[in-house]
């Protein structure tokens, strides 16, 4: 387990309200919960009232860090989340999307579409999405994309770039080694992370010593229900989002279909304190036996949560979960 005491989460507290971190080298202080676009965009069955109702009920408690993507439900994602945010809602949060290019001309479809669809001039983070498969790095680079995306800053429509990925921590050590300055990298951050290709172990000190702010995701395992995660222990939902919550990251990405959902992750982000080491230790060790074969981390061991873009992409079927 990384050597941290509750002392080194730095954080800005509000009584009664939900912490912020600073987001590395962006210097921006963001909520400790970050509202995930892609669960938001399923919220009551896919009704975009019910997404906006969450959506403003998560800023108006101090969940105002934002996520999404291009490739989330083929933009209604983005288009529900750019509804909530009309008629001045915008400039109430960080707002983050993802983009599908590895080229030049697919990066540029991806911001001009995001920008329309979450009505907006501007995209404080948009991140290099899935960052899964071992040339994706080289991709990035040879192929356009990271060039159209400092041209894009430049211009304005977009503040700060990063990437996310699921996979492999390899490929996410690649992507920082390449010598660009990252402003974050997104990650999955899970109490069976820490026995399986762990994010944890081999990537977040790597993102800490170069000050990358980092997202975490998947707290619960991956393709779970709201109450428990899928082992035949006695762990909850909460005691898994307030493990990955104790980690050294700037903001946890949580999805949410429904309101109570999201309230149930604002009883617990309101006047947050990091577990105690201790308490980690306790909380790995029920998880310890069923999570060192990724057999609930399914987005590590087959291709099941990998969306279908980047499987044609890289010349594999579009459907199944083979590994």
């Known amino acids: 387990m990384i050597s941290m005491s509750q002392c080194d989460i730095a954080q800005k507290n509000r009584p009664g309200g939900i912490p912020t971190r600073r987001l590395g080298r962006t210097n921006e202080q963001v909520s ?7 669960h938001l965009g399923r919220a009551g069955e896919w009704d975009k009232q019910e997404a906006v109702r969450i959506a403003h009920t998560a800023i108006d408690n101090g969940v105002t860090f934002f996520d ?47 920008l329309r669809r979450l009505r907006t001039d501007y995209i404080d983070l948009w991140q290099f999405h899935e960052i899964n498969y071992d040339n994706d790095p080289e991709w990035v680079f040879e192929k356009g994309g990271l060039k159209f995306a400092l041209e894009a800053q430049k211009a304005g429509k977009i503040r700060f770039i990063g990437f996310t990925g699921h996979k492999d921590p390899r490929i996410h050590q690649k992507m920082l080694n390449k010598g660009f300055e990252w402003a974050t990298a997104q990650m999955p951050i899970n109490v069976m ?29 991956g393709g ?47 006047d947050f ?24 981390e399914h987005f590590k061991s087959t291709r099941r949560f990998d969306n279908p873009i980047y499987r044609e992409m890289h010349g594999l079927p579009v459907t199944g979960d083979s590994l």
Request: aromatic residues 8%; glycine residues 10%; negative net charge.
């Open 32 to 38: 400790i919960l970050c509202l995930g676009g892609a």
């Open 68 to 114: 999404n993507a291009w490739a989330y439900l083929d933009g209604w994602a983005e288009e529900c989340m750019g509804l909530a945010l009309d008629r001045g809602w915008r400039k109430k949060v960080f707002l983050m999307t993802k983009n599908s290019g590895r080229d030049y001309g697919l990066a540029k479809k991806c911001l001009d579409d995001s």
């Open 193 to 221: 992370d820490y026995f399986y290709r762990s994010f944890q172990r081999d990537v977040l000190p790597l993102c800490l010593s170069g000050d990358v702010g980092v997202l975490g995701m998947k707290s619960l395992g």
């Open 224 to 270: 779970v229900t709201q109450a428990k995660i899928p082992l035949d222990t006695t762990l909850t939902a909460e005691q898994c989002v307030r493990y990955a919550l104790s980690q050294p990251i700037s903001t946890l990405v949580r999805g949410y279909t429904k309101i109570e959902q999201l309230e149930a992750d604002i009883s617990i982000a309101q």
């Open 273 to 296: 304190a990091p577990l105690s080491l201790d308490q980690q230790r306790d909380i790995l060790a029920i998880a310890e036996t069923d999570a060192g074969d990724g057999r609930h």
